[in-house]
């Protein structure tokens, strides 16, 4: 650094340097990164016993989460417990509000609409006959469950809701939470007035005031009267539209593609964020399902998303999926999304019988062409419910798997798609076989100098030399077929994967043993040579078949830790 000081438009003291400094910084993160998981094995070990070392650790957290001392509002500084709750307490106090006087209740008020019976009131008060649960339970049609759809669910999720260890009695009641309500009229003086009233009644006999400095009023459409006066028989400011609501735009017209821009932006930023990570084609394909689609599946609950936004996030996936430009298997364009209309925009009318009509919008007749590309499928509405129906609720997952056009499956696909696989291998397996792993020679457009297997450098490197034909994998094939008495000779991905499907007289865990091994070496063996390719890394077979073992052992163990074979 002394001589750079000295020479600064040296270039080689200016490589040099940041070559050093490159160093330096690596050293500083693996040394960083060897004591936190040297940290992490010693919480392993004592974190979760009656040891020094855990209990030092609820020290140190209870430490962190204790309040030494206060200043009180006279500003002097107390120390001693109970003077410290008596603060907190009279300080919330102030804060939570205080006794007004309210009206009494207007009574005449509940007349204006529907009353309950005396003998409507009684009936639900009443004792529940067993005779009439018997005739309901026997009601029930032969082709359905005993039992009350969508109410057994909830009882059951009902009855695991408990507060944790040592938790206080709440001293508030679901009133005190508070909601966002909105609330409509027409634009002119005689509505505002009305629903100012209303809302000043409100206040009198409830004691609960509108907060002004978190209320806005919005002013849309054509207004009649003067926009001014209109403002002056409230005391809320004006807002301005769009305004975002709970992560959505709110608008007085139709959302139009600039009221998307923040879904495109949200999704773009996440995408970002996860380019700068290490993660395997498997783990960019999950997180689209489970965040993206999610996201994209939200604000689709709102309203209808135009197809030009949707074409640019579907861009933006694919793009991060495959990383890039091309994609190594077709994106399919077929995505269905299914909104289920409220009974107000039929007008009364059965679902399952409406018709639209020429004045209606694309997206109500779209919603009848799914109707009745669903009636065709199940033959009618009953046997919809029996097929889509999870305890009452309809899902519309199930609705998407009945229309979506599905490809035939292939006997293969039910052999390294399976949960105790790790998804990585059943990525690269799942591209071998549909002849879509850009090897050298599948990458045939691209120009390239040298086409050669990276392992041999003799044979041009197609997806069948590099797995069985060249020499270097084929030593590493036999180890794994010693090691595992696998006397079958596997010449093909395809006859392997065929082999391991007919093993059904197995055990269930040599079976899985087996498959795992087949996927494991694919997997390790285009692992290894995109490090020769792109890294330099040396070749060495027992590298290659050590890491097979390890990915299988680790598998295995996961699945059968009592009795796990002798390997």
């Not at 029996?386 to 052999?415: F, H, Q």
């Not at 690269?428 to 457009?445: A, D, E, I, S």
Request: with cysteine.
């Amino acid at each position: 650094m002394a001589r750079l000081l000295n020479d600064p438009d040296n270039t080689a003291l200016i490589h040099e340097t940041a070559s050093v400094r490159k160093k330096a910084a690596f050293y500083c993160e693996a040394e960083r990164s060897f004591y936190l998981q040297k940290v992490k094995c010693k919480f392993i070990n004592e974190g979760d016993k009656c040891s020094k070392f855990f209990h030092s650790l609820m020290k140190k957290q209870t430490a962190l989460n204790s309040i030494p001392f206060v200043i009180t509002s006279q500003g002097t500084t107390t120390t001693s417990l109970e003077p410290i709750v008596d603060e907190f307490i009279g300080h919330f106090s102030t804060i939570f509000g205080q006794t007004v006087p309210t009206s009494p209740i207007d009574w005449d008020v509940f007349k204006e609409g529907p009353l309950v019976q005396d003998f409507e009131a009684k009936n639900l008060n009443r004792k529940v006959d067993m005779l009439e649960v018997k005739e309901a339970l026997f009601s029930i049609g032969n082709d359905k469950s005993p039992g009350p759809d969508g109410m057994i669910r909830k009882i059951l999720c009902g009855s695991r809701f408990t507060h944790h260890l040592r938790c206080a009695k709440l001293g508030i009641t679901h009133i005190a939470f508070a909601d966002d309500v909105m609330m409509f009229c027409r634009g002119n003086m005689d509505s505002v007035t009305v629903l100012t009233n209303a809302i000043k009644e409100f206040s009198q006999v409830s004691g609960l005031h509108v907060n002004p400095l978190k209320s806005n009023i919005y002013l849309a459409g054509e207004i009649k009267d003067n926009k001014h006066d209109l403002l002056s028989l409230v005391s809320f400011p004006e807002g301005k539209l769009p305004v975002r609501y709970l992560g959505l735009p709110l608008t007085s017209q139709r959302a139009s593609e600039r009221d998307f821009a923040s879904l495109v932006a949200k999704v773009d930023e996440n995408i970002r964020k996860w380019n700068t990570r290490s993660l395997s084609p498997a783990g960019r394909l999950e997180l689209v399902r489970s965040v993206i689609q999610g996201v994209e599946g939200f604000w689709f609950q709102a309203f209808p998303i135009h197809k030009t936004i949707l074409d640019r996030i579907t861009s933006l996936c694919r793009t991060f999926v495959w990383g890039s430009k091309f994609c190594k298997v077709a994106w399919a364009d077929d995505t269905l999304w299914i909104q289920w209309v409220h009974s107000v925009y039929l007008q009364g009318s059965n679902f399952w019988t409406w018709i639209p009509s020429k004045k209606d919008s694309h997206f109500f007749k779209k919603i009848a062409d799914v109707r009745d590309s669903l009636l065709q499928k199940c033959g009618d509405r009953f046997m919809i419910e029996d097929n889509l129906c999870d305890i009452g609720d309809m899902k519309a997952t199930k609705v998407y798997e009945l229309l979506r056009s599905k490809a035939s499956m292939r006997p293969w696909m039910k052999v390294i798609w399976q949960p105790y696989i790790p998804p990585r291998y059943s990525f690269t397996v799942w591209l071998t076989l549909r002849g879509r792993l850009p090897t050298k020679m599948n990458l045939h457009f691209i120009p390239m100098d040298n086409r050669r297997c990276e392992f041999c450098h003799t044979e041009e490197e197609t997806t069948q030399h590099l797995f069985f034909l060249c020499e270097i994998t084929s030593l590493i094939w036999g180890t794994i077929k010693n090691w595992l008495k696998i006397t079958p000779a596997l010449s093909t991905l395809e006859r392997s994967i065929t082999w391991a499907r007919r093993q059904r007289h197995n055990h269930c865990a040599k079976r899985k043993l087996w498959r795992l091994a087949i996927l494991s070496t694919v997997y390790n063996i285009w692992r290894s040579r995109n490090g020769v390719y792109f890294d330099k890394q040396p070749i060495h077979a027992d590298t290659i078949i050590n890491k097979i073992k390890v990915g299988i052992y680790k598998v295995m163990y996961r699945l059968f830790p009592q009795d796990m074979l002798d390997l």
